[in-house]
């Protein structure tokens, strides 16, 4: 086993790479199996998040790009799942939360004036999540594309859906999903993501709930989701799976009133959310 205490490692296959660096070892002299994983800064907008393993050939140290704080607007963060994401990324994270509402009155009592955090902060947002109701949702892209660039990631947890005497049922949009439907409202050059569809508003606004659940994330640039399940990560509770391209994510989104019919015909369901094993 290398006791020494600085290694050298290379993050291959991330465009955020900034090539080898050294990284310290603060454990040296444990055993391999006893050393925790360990975020070290690359630059002033990422770390790398550094775990040792010992393999048949001998030592060596494994790096994943975690960001480091970060800007998350959340759009519709006032109400359901948009305030259950501020509450958890708030308590669980460093990143610096925004909160606006459709209602400016709404969005005042929580947080800033939905109109004055977009013109003067939306453009520094790093992730959008657009967490309005999903008839409102395209409205809402349109209204803030001047203040978006390539940089910033568009995340959309809606999930169309109606309600009549047998229960809800999921209403697939023209463009096949509510997520798809904000890709064609975006400008071109914003990554558009789905994730947190499938999770219990209720479960995730309650702090005192431990969660235990999954988080299916669609997308076309690889970049964007794996920053996305990289934040979902981060939450106590919660374990991202990539679910595929940005096509499938009508199938993602089928699944929530499914999830809300099994709640309501049985007890002891309530706050439902899935788990793959």
């Known amino acids: 086993m290398r006791d020494s205490a600085t290694y050298n490692y290379g993050c291959v296959g991330s465009s955020h790479s900034n090539g080898d660096a050294s990284v310290v070892d603060p454990f040296p002299g444990d055993r391999i199996a006893d050393r925790p994983a360990v975020a070290h800064r690359v630059s002033d907008a990422y770390t790398a998040v550094v775990r040792p393993h010992m393999p048949a050939d001998g030592y060596f140290l494994e790096c994943d790009h975690r960001f480091a704080t970060m800007e998350i607007a959340l759009l519709g963060g006032t109400g359901d799942i948009g305030e259950g994401l501020a509450l958890r990324w708030a308590r669980d994270t460093a990143h610096s939360i925004l ?54 990631v568009l995340v959309s947890p809606a999930v169309s859906m109606r309600r009549d005497g047998a229960g809800f049922h999921y209403t697939a949009p023209e463009a096949s999903s509510v997520a798809e439907e904000l890709a064609d409202a975006a400008p071109d050059y914003v990554p558009v993501v789905g994730a947190f569809q499938n999770l219990a508003a209720g479960a995730l606004s309650d702090l005192d709930q431990e969660l235990a659940a999954d988080v299916i994330v669609t997308g076309d640039e690889s970049e964007a989701t794996a920053l996305v399940r990289s934040l979902t990560d981060e939450i106590e509770g919660l374990r991202a799976l990539d679910g595929g391209p940005l096509a499938v994510t009508g199938i993602v989104e089928s699944v929530t009133p499914l999830l809300i019919n099994l709640a309501m015909n049985n007890d002891g369901m309530h706050d439902l959310g899935v788990r793959f094993q």
Do not use: H, Q
């Open 99 to 152: 909160i606006g509402s459709r209602d400016p009155e709404k969005a005042t009592r929580r947080a800033n004036d939905y109109d004055t955090l977009l013109s003067e902060r939306g453009a520094d947002a790093d992730v959008v999540g657009v967490s309005v109701p999903p008839e409102y949702a395209s409205d809402t892209v349109d209204s803030i594309a001047s203040r978006l660039d390539d940089e910033t």
